[in-house]
DNA sequence: GGCTTATTCGAACGTTCGTTCGAGCCGAGT
DNA sequence: ACTCGGCTCGAACGAACGTTCGAATAAGCC
């Protein structure tokens, strides 16, 4: 808090004024942030059909989020889940949320394509992927958004796609 | 320090007897973590020549360590990168050392495929995957290390291998 | 038994943290 | 001119933290 003091200018008193405890305004701060996401996701999938260009919007706009709130999303994911009962379930709720419309994408490209994976996992994996970025990607170094959103949905399309095809002597899994 | 005090019986000032800091007392935990899971998984390299197998040991190994030591892990995660200097570059130097051991088998893969991806973005992409694990994995309902390795090693795999022909419109890229 | 050395601990120190309090400032309304 | 409500702040409080210190205990050796 006396962080956020110095760096907006503002007393420490003054925060109080506006944001009555430390963990309300974190709340605020997460649902702002990741009803931004979902919001935006919506917007972009409206009118795309082809199920595996909506799985590669969904890679871009979360990866574009991402690395354009890089220091945001770094203390995002080291707060996830600190957030006592009230504030916590509001915040779990819209994770959910984005969750379901991820397992919703993958769902519908096993039944267009006959697929068979464990989508869970997969989307588990999936947001590992993505997620992780904040520890390693360095902007004067990495490609950006769009490229690295390429190149991850190329790994997890060719996937889950072709996946179990890589198994040694072992049968499509069930 | 207090937690610690708590849990293992001996007073605070005990504590100090023994680890001179706490920050030298997370260094000790985080070199025995890290150089424990590069030892184990060179010992499990040894005589296999299958580039694909090689890769699916590295997922395995890394897993099995995260589930059996989940509750570290997390720690593990959370505090990467806060030694001072001295400790950090040595823990530094093994994830080094563990990341290049990665991306030797990549390369290998690649060699031996004639493949073509970007090495780094996989390599990081695969610890993404396998290191956020800690976030959703429950041990009374999701499946052991093993056959979530063999679902990693699916994506992964069929990712490296099969994933740029899953672009439309779109040539192998460089 | 005495003496030395290793181990353990309660109590405290100084700092940082989240939070609160009371007093001051300032512009709008009467 | 006076007041009132919104806004801002310095200063402090109590708790938690990493760390230290001196004394108490235990263990080994002569």
């Given at each position: 808090m006396r962080d956020l003091s110095r760096a907006s200018g503002m007393s420490l008193a003054g925060l109080y004024y506006y944001f009555e405890s430390k963990e309300r305004l974190l709340f605020l701060i997460q649902r702002h942030t990741f009803s931004t996401i979902v919001q935006r996701l919506k917007g972009r999938l409206e009118?795309?059909?082809d199920h595996e260009e909506r799985i590669r919007i969904f890679i871009l706009n979360h990866l574009e989020y991402f690395l354009a709130n890089q220091q945001a999303m770094k203390v995002l994911s080291h707060e996830?889940?600190?957030?006592?009962n009230g504030f916590g379930s509001e915040v779990a709720a819209i994770k959910r949320e984005y969750y379901r419309i991820c397992v919703g994408l993958l769902e519908d490209l096993k039944r267009a394509q006959g697929l068979e994976f464990a989508t869970r996992i997969a989307v588990l994996s999936l947001f590992g992927m993505m997620n992780w970025i904040y520890t390693w990607h360095n902007p004067r170094v990495d490609a950006d958004a769009e490229h690295l959103a390429g190149e991850m949905g190329d790994i997890f399309l060719g996937g889950v796609i072709n996946g179990n095809k890589n198994r040694e002597k072992t049968p499509a899994r069930k």
């Open positions: 009118g795309v059909i996830a889940d600190v957030l006592k």
